[in-house]
């Protein structure tokens, strides 16, 4: 069995077909389709259902996947246990996108300084996708809001947010809002995202019902819009500080314990971290003390 048809397995299983496959890995689709067929019949089993729009997998597809994975996965890390101590080679690190936009951009300065010969890709989503990538090897690691509490990861808080509601600014009352006529209209991310849940969780708390859930892809759309008197949001208060338009918005305190969010960083349990993985740790957590934000204070305004 090689190592290369799982590979391409595994490619055809994340595209969700064939032709989609052969475009990623920049091959032909008779070279892929050759090469799941020979482990098919290799295997003795089936692994795919063609249909109109693509592939789905087979049972035996679906017992397969984890495994090959992993496999691919331990292949990799073969790979950087020979280099490891070299700090070089890819690094994939997953992270929230009010994650990226507050606390990365003084993490990746330091980190690519300290570390060039490594090759950093950065995926940004919400808490549960991130989760799902790292618990499926397709990140090395990912900074999520926790606790995460898995059996399968290690976890450790790296940042601690204090959570806000925002409204636009002429909301002066969150209660007048959250019971207003047809109830609150929540701004948030996709499904997926801690602060959406948790969000819901303190609408609900107050006797609310919210009237919809409109899904954006940036917070800058988020923001804008909740500038705009189109709805509410939840978001850390060092975010909505920065942003370039802080003055059309109003920001609300929760209680201490709905505020409080631990970001933390997850790998999995069963596979050594690497140097460079460490070491970007480490910058995290030195970006995250309060000496490496002294350069925010001269954005920050007065809480609303």
């Not at 496959?21 to 920049?26: F, G, W």
């Not at 259902?49 to 495994?67: D, I, K, M, N, S």
């Not at 609300?252 to 505020?259: G, I, M, R, W």
Request: glycine letters at 8%; a neutral charge; proline letters at 5%.
């Amino acid at each position: 069995m090689e190592l290369s048809d799982l590979q391409m397995f595994v490619s055809v299983t994340d595209a969700g077909g064939i032709t989609r496959a052969a475009r990623e890995l920049h091959t032909v689709q008779s070279n892929i389709s050759a090469r799941v067929s020979s482990l098919e019949k290799e295997l003795g089993a089936q692994l795919f259902r063609r249909h109109a729009r693509g592939v789905v997998l087979t049972r035996a597809g679906e017992q397969l996947l984890p495994l090959a994975q992993q496999i691919l996965h331990l292949a990799q890390e073969a790979r950087r246990c020979v280099a490891d101590g070299t700090l070089r080679g890819p690094l994939r690190i997953g992270a929230l996108e009010t994650t990226a936009g507050l606390r990365l951009p003084w993490v990746l300065p330091s980190f690519t300084a300290d570390c060039p010969d490594v090759d950093l890709s950065l995926v940004t989503g919400p808490t549960e996708a991130l989760i799902k990538d790292v618990l499926e090897y397709r990140l090395d690691g990912a900074l999520v809001t926790g606790p995460v509490k898995s059996a399968d990861l290690d976890e450790s808080v790296v940042f601690t947010e204090h959570l806000v509601v925002v409204t636009a600014r002429r909301n002066q009352d969150l209660n007048d809002v959250l019971h207003g006529p047809g109830g609150p209209r929540l701004l948030v991310f996709r499904a997926g995202c801690s602060y959406r849940q948790r969000l819901e969780g303190l609408v609900r708390a107050r006797g609310a019902i919210p009237s919809k859930c409109h899904e954006y892809g940036t917070l800058e759309g988020i923001l804008g819009c909740v500038a705009a008197g189109l709805g509410i949001t939840m978001l850390p208060r060092a975010v909505v500080e920065q942003y370039r338009d802080r003055e059309s918005l109003r920001m609300h305190e929760p209680s201490a314990e709905e505020a409080h969010a631990d970001t933390v960083f997850v790998r999995r349990r069963d596979t050594a971290p690497t140097s460079a993985l460490t070491r970007f740790v480490e910058h995290a957590r030195a970006a995250g003390r309060p000496t490496a934000l002294r350069a925010l204070d001269g954005v920050r305004t007065a809480p609303a």
